[in-house]
Antibody, heavy 116, light 112 residues
Framework: QVQLVQSGGEVKKPGDSLKVSCKTSGYTFIDYYIHWVRHAPGQGLECIGWVFPKNGDTDWTQKFQGRVTMTRDTSISTVYMELTSLTSDDTAVYYC?????????WGQGTPVTVSS | DIVLTQSPESLAVSLGERATINCKSTQSLLNSSQKKHSLAWFQQKPGQPPKVLIYWASFRASGVPDRFSGSGSGTDFTLTISSLQVEDVAVYYCQQYNRSRTFGQGTRVEIK
């Protein structure tokens, strides 16, 4: 069955960088886009960007321009999202999700707290 | 960017009664190549990732009870829960995937 398993929760300080992994299984890794979405406390769901594992293409929401990098390692069917220059506004649960036009499978979420 | 506006922001419905959530888009969500509307509905419970209920505006995802249904076209869409159950208490989001991806702000559903 399709599974997306994310790395564990993190506590960061303002200015730090964050790298979250999303290990996939149960399907052909290179055939599906993987998107990143976050859910901040008391807020709605926010799209961050995506990576296409077949060729490494990426795109991101303008808000994250210059701060986000998404990569993949095809040898272990894993994608990564790195977010730099963290502030308290980046405190959220970060999710990866497989795109099948819509998001049909999600990771369990990675809680991230940014606090001094 | 396409903006989705959900209404109401929250609603309380008696068990067994109907719940209706609306989602209005600033642009048509018709995918001309697929001839379907690029709108999905998700349910999110505390501590869990979102779960897809409806895709292409009206197709129920695998394993989703048939009390959930989606309808609409163009810019206006609706999620209906025909007979609210305790386990349906959650926040519901619409999402468009016609141009990039955006979510509505969410609608909290509670038991009256």
């Amino acid at each position: 069955q399709v599974q997306l398993v994310q790395s564990g929760g993190e506590v960061k300080k303002p200015g730090d960088s964050l790298k979250v992994s999303c290990k996939t299984s149960g399907y052909t890794f290179i055939d599906y886009y993987i998107h990143w979405v976050r859910h901040a406390p008391g807020q709605g769901l926010e799209c961050i960007g995506w990576v296409f594992p077949k060729n490494g293409d990426t795109d991101w929401t303008q808000k994250f321009q210059g701060r986000v990098t998404m990569t993949r390692d095809t040898s272990i069917s894993t994608v990564y999202m790195e977010l730099t220059s963290l502030t308290s506004d980046d405190t959220a649960v970060y999710y990866c999700a497989r795109e099948n036009w819509y998001y049909d499978h999600w990771g369990q979420g990675t809680p991230v707290t940014v606090s001094s | 960017d396409i903006v989705l506006t959900q209404s109401p922001e929250s609603l309380a419905v008696s068990l067994g009664e109907r719940a209706t959530i609306n989602c209005k888009s600033t642009q048509s969500l018709l995918n001309s190549s697929q001839k379907k509307h690029s709108l999905a509905w998700f349910q999110q419970k505390p501590g869990q990732p979102p779960k897809v209920l409806i895709y292409w505006a009206s197709f129920r995802a695998s394993g989703v009870p048939d009390r959930f249904s989606g309808s609409g076209s163009g810019t206006d869409f609706t999620l209906t829960i025909s007979s609210l159950q305790v386990e349906d208490v959650a926040v519901y989001y619409c999402q468009q995937y016609n141009r990039s991806r955006t979510f509505g702000q969410g609608t909290r559903v509670e038991i009256k």
